[in-house]
């Protein structure tokens, strides 16, 4: 998808790829590279400061809910010897996140320290602020969710996830009596394949997730996954939705 090329094309499932930002005309004519044009310069800003500070709770301030994710950030930040420095940073694009309106600039980011990827969104939190989402970048970065789905003994835990409902799950590989679909889950900003995970139908239901999912749409969700019996092999987990705690990333 080419960055800013509308608010249909920056649907939350999908990452930007760079590209040409446009003429001025085109701009003007296109929400979604207004905002380009926007948040291109102020998230590189917020990115460069957030690294320039020499601090965790320095840092912190460039981060949404800071008192929250300082002790996360003080956690991560242990796997270092000191704390990293910026070697470039590049735009992606704009995205808008539909539950919440907000529209929030997708940067990769690099660091001295290192050869990984920092994926990063610096999200327009009010009009003329922008900040750093601490809670998806690490989610990405320690790839918490496939850490999760590799572990039947994992306790249930809360992700941010881009869902999709697929198709009825093949009965040879239902682990439940009854129709069971399948379940597409993506952390945002991944460009790795979706993991598929199965749901009951009456679980489907009672968590709103039949509604909230319709005509294949693909939305960001705060779910709790967790690590359930099978109904026919007791002695054998699967991973599921356990709880639908909200919608939007925000």
């Keep these: 998808m080419n960055p800013a090329a509308g608010e249909q094309a920056a649907a939350p499932a999908v990452l930007?790829?760079?590209g040409e930002s446009g003429t001025d005309e085109a701009a003007s004519d296109n929400p979604g590279k207004r905002m380009a044009a926007i948040l291109e310069p102020i998230g590189t800003e917020v990115i460069e400061s957030f690294y320039k500070a020499e601090g965790i709770d320095e840092r912190a301030s460039f981060v949404i809910d800071p008192s929250e994710n300082q002790p996360k950030m003080e956690a991560y930040y242990r796997r270092y010897q000191s704390l990293p420095t910026l070697r470039k940073v590049?735009?992606?694009?704009?995205?808008?996140?539909?539950?919440?309106?907000?529209?929030?600039?997708v940067?990769?980011?690099?660091?001295?320290?290192?050869?990984?990827?920092?994926?990063?969104c610096v999200v327009q939190v009010r009009p003329g602020e922008?900040?750093?989402d601490w809670v998806i970048y690490q989610q990405l970065i320690d790839e918490s969710l496939?850490?999760?789905?590799?572990d039947p003994a994992a306790p249930p835990k809360e992700f941010r996830l881009v869902i999709r409902k697929g198709d009825e799950a093949p009965s040879?590989?239902?682990?439940?009596?009854?129709?069971t679909w399948e379940l597409q889950l993506s952390p945002p900003l991944d460009t790795a394949a979706p993991r598929i995970l199965q749901v009951k139908d009456s679980e489907l239901q009672s968590l709103g997730l039949?509604?909230?999912?319709?005509?294949?749409?693909?939305?960001?969700?705060?779910?709790?996954?967790?690590?359930?019996?099978?109904?026919?092999?007791?002695?054998t987990r699967v991973p599921t939705v356990t709880k639908v705690l909200g919608w939007g990333a925000w």
């Design 146 to 150: 496939d850490r999760f789905l590799a």
């Design 210 to 235: 039949d509604q909230a999912l319709i005509g294949g749409n693909a939305r960001i969700g705060r779910v709790e996954l967790s690590w359930v019996p099978s109904d026919l092999e007791p002695l």
């Design 107 to 120: 940067f990769d980011v690099f660091e001295n320290e290192n050869e990984e990827v920092h994926r990063w």
């Design 16 to 18: 930007p790829e760079g």
């Design 90 to 105: 590049s735009f992606r694009g704009p995205m808008r996140d539909a539950a919440s309106g907000r529209w929030f600039g």
């Design 172 to 179: 040879d590989q239902n682990p439940w009596p009854g129709t």
């Design 130 to 132: 922008m900040k750093l």
